[in-house]
């Protein structure tokens, strides 16, 4: 059979941190190329960066690349927050192709029956994992027998699809995507280190339950591992292939779940040799940082750590059930600093009843923890999130799906007491100037003195940008 998948736009209008290369994509497609399946992937985003900002420019090459390719199955990505894209591609897609077209990702997992009635050209939707449930389609099962796939014909039986053996599947196809622009130099993947970068799993899955994360949501509960010699393979591999990339992200939810294992991980990386050959960077809890262990880490090539940090009050931290505590967070800054390794603090704001002086007081707290780097995050209800089912209204079963109900929902403050007005004061005159200041530090503080023109260079090209965009 013949696969073409599409993975979904950006919004400008809502926060945009790095964009990875869509790993599931990766996988998928490696798997049914494995078994002799055609498989194309036309990436929405990355479509951007040779076509620009022209919606229609977009959409016309994506309807090109299914005439040209002529596949048997459309699978589209599905993120809450770009959810009207979906609508959108579903809808001038089944103008021109008849074959079968499915959905997948967080927003499917999460809201499976609603995704196939609010878009109604689908024909199904993936739930959890697709590389089973996609491999069995191609294979020619019945699709209303397909673990972890919702069909129409038949009105759908939800079940979750889940690979519970990792290590039996290919490793993740990067050539189906445009590797030259997601292994670009940039600051912003291992943030603010200026690296090619290719992104990785090693573990699916997150063992913790805060209310506001979706992130694991297509993974089910747990968490499971690739093997250290996969995990070493992998890598031996990819530098291979593409021999400009410096660094590795290492994209698992929570990387430092096992600490045995890292270590063996660390140890392989030195044994190896790849030690010296390339850079990582992980996402951790604060609460599993051992200073042995940080120190192993650095020697096999750690250079960052991103940490949910989430608030600098621990009445926050209680609302979104982090499970940690301020001084954990501040204890775990301490200890990545003294092992040398670069820390990323993610911080929530339009948290529950904040105040002007909340937003002070984690300034203030930002100063005196010193992060290499951080960056503020409103506090979003997505769907499949505790605090979805909690606060959310149930949004998206009452509204339709369009771009403008979307991007109101994402925008509504619910939570805190500050006006949009207030909030944006505070941001022009106390946030955005030591924001700024901080971060052009830090990036020509970590980074060679080789460097530092082409970093000059591209910030310029980024002011002149905004310059001609107004």
Same mark, same amino acid.
């Given at each position: 059979?013949?696969?073409?998948?599409? @993975?979904? /736009?950006?919004?400008?209008?809502?926060?945009?941190?790095?964009?990875?290369?869509?790993?599931?994509?990766?996988?998928?497609?490696?798997?049914?190329?494995?078994?002799?399946?055609?498989?194309?992937?036309?990436?929405?985003?990355?479509?951007?960066?040779?076509?620009?900002?022209?919606?229609?420019?977009?959409?016309?090459?994506?309807?090109?690349?299914?005439?040209?390719?002529?596949?048997?199955?459309?699978?589209?990505?599905?993120?809450?927050?770009?959810?009207?894209?979906?609508?959108?591609? *579903?809808?001038?897609?089944?103008?021109?192709?008849?074959?079968?077209?499915?959905?997948?990702?967080?927003?499917?997992?999460?809201?499976? $029956?609603?995704?196939?009635?609010?878009?109604?050209?689908?024909? /199904?939707?993936?739930?959890?994992?697709?590389?089973?449930?996609?491999? *069995?389609?191609?294979?020619?099962?019945?699709?209303?027998?397909?673990? /972890?796939?919702?069909?129409?014909?038949?009105?759908?039986?939800?079940?979750?699809?889940?690979?519970?053996?990792?290590?039996?599947?290919?490793?993740?196809?990067?050539?189906?995507?445009?590797?030259?622009?997601?292994?670009?130099?940039?600051?912003?993947?291992?943030?603010?280190?200026?690296?090619?970068?290719?992104?990785?799993?090693?573990?699916?899955?997150?063992?913790?339950?805060?209310?506001?994360?979706?992130?694991?949501?297509?993974?089910?509960?747990?968490?499971?591992?690739?093997?250290?010699?996969?995990?070493?393979?992998?890598? &031996?591999?990819?530098?291979?292939?593409?021999?400009?990339?410096?660094?590795?992200?290492?994209?698992?939810?929570?990387?430092?779940?096992?600490?045995?294992?890292?270590?063996?991980?660390?140890?392989?990386?030195?044994?190896?040799?790849?030690?010296?050959?390339?850079?990582? *960077?992980?996402?951790?809890?604060?609460? $599993?940082?051992?200073?042995?262990?940080?120190?192993?880490?650095?020697?096999?090539?750690?250079?960052?750590?991103?940490?949910?940090?989430?608030?600098?009050?621990?009445?926050?931290?209680?609302?979104?059930?982090?499970?940690?505590?301020?001084?954990?967070?501040?204890?775990?800054?301490?200890?990545?600093?003294?092992? /040398?390794?670069?820390?990323?603090?993610?911080?929530?704001?339009?948290?529950?009843?904040?105040?002007?002086?909340?937003?002070?007081? @984690?300034?203030?707290?930002?100063?005196?923890?010193?992060?290499? @780097?951080?960056?503020?995050?409103?506090?979003?209800?997505?769907?499949?999130?505790?605090?979805?089912?909690?606060?959310?209204?149930?949004?998206?079963?009452?509204?339709?799906?369009?771009?403008?109900?979307?991007?109101?929902?994402?925008?509504?403050?619910?939570?805190?007491?500050?006006?949009?007005?207030?909030?944006?004061?505070?941001?022009?005159?106390?946030?955005?100037?030591?924001?700024?200041?901080?971060?052009?530090?830090?990036?020509?503080?970590?980074?060679?003195?080789? &460097?530092?023109?082409?970093?000059?260079?591209?910030?310029?090209? $980024?002011?002149?940008?905004?310059?001609?965009?107004?």
């Amino acid at each position: 059979m013949r696969f073409l998948f599409i @993975t979904h /736009g950006i919004e400008p209008n809502l926060f945009q941190g790095p964009h990875w290369l869509p790993l599931g994509f990766a996988y998928i497609g490696a798997l049914l190329k494995q078994h002799r399946h055609a498989v194309q992937v036309f990436d929405r985003y990355a479509a951007i960066d040779r076509l620009g900002q022209d919606a229609e420019k977009i959409d016309q090459a994506m309807l090109n690349a299914i005439t040209i390719f002529a596949p048997d199955v459309v699978g589209l990505s599905t993120v809450s927050p770009m959810i009207h894209d979906a609508v959108h591609c *579903a809808k001038i897609i089944r103008d021109v192709f008849n074959g079968t077209m499915l959905a997948g990702g967080h927003h499917a997992t999460a809201l499976p $029956r609603l995704t196939m009635e609010k878009i109604a050209e689908l024909d /199904g939707v993936g739930i959890g994992e697709g590389e089973e449930s996609l491999l *069995a389609l191609a294979q020619g099962k019945k699709p209303d027998e397909i673990k /972890g796939l919702y069909w129409r014909k038949n009105s759908g039986k939800e079940s979750f699809g889940r690979v519970e053996q990792l290590d039996l599947l290919p490793f993740p196809d990067f050539s189906l995507f445009d590797t030259d622009f997601y292994t670009r130099r940039t600051s912003s993947i291992i943030r603010g280190f200026h690296l090619s970068t290719l992104s990785m799993l090693t573990s699916r899955g997150c063992s913790q339950r805060c209310s506001f994360c979706t992130e694991s949501l297509t993974y089910g509960g747990g968490v499971r591992f690739h093997s250290i010699d996969y995990i070493t393979e992998l890598v &031996k591999r990819a530098l291979k292939q593409y021999p400009h990339v410096e660094g590795i992200y290492f994209h698992d939810n929570d990387f430092m779940v096992d600490p045995a294992r890292v270590e063996n991980i660390c140890r392989r990386f030195i044994e190896t040799g790849l030690a010296k050959r390339f850079a990582w *960077a992980i996402q951790a809890r604060a609460d $599993r940082l051992k200073p042995a262990l940080l120190r192993l880490m650095r020697k096999a090539g750690c250079i960052k750590m991103e940490i949910g940090v989430e608030a600098a009050l621990q009445k926050n931290l209680d609302s979104v059930r982090k499970g940690t505590t301020v001084n954990v967070n501040e204890k775990a800054l301490r200890l990545c600093r003294d092992a /040398g390794i670069s820390v990323h603090a993610y911080i929530l704001t339009k948290t529950q009843n904040e105040l002007l002086a909340d937003l002070d007081f @984690t300034l203030n707290w930002l100063k005196k923890n010193r992060p290499d @780097t951080f960056s503020l995050h409103p506090l979003l209800r997505h769907p499949g999130s505790v605090l979805y089912k909690e606060k959310g209204n149930r949004f998206f079963e009452s509204h339709d799906w369009t771009r403008e109900n979307v991007l109101r929902f994402y925008n509504e403050d619910v939570f805190s007491k500050i006006s949009p007005q207030e909030r944006k004061k505070w941001a022009l005159s106390r946030y955005n100037p030591f924001y700024k200041r901080h971060h052009r530090i830090i990036r020509y503080k970590v980074n060679p003195l080789r &460097k530092w023109p082409q970093m000059l260079y591209e910030a310029l090209a $980024r002011r002149l940008k905004k310059l001609f965009a107004k």
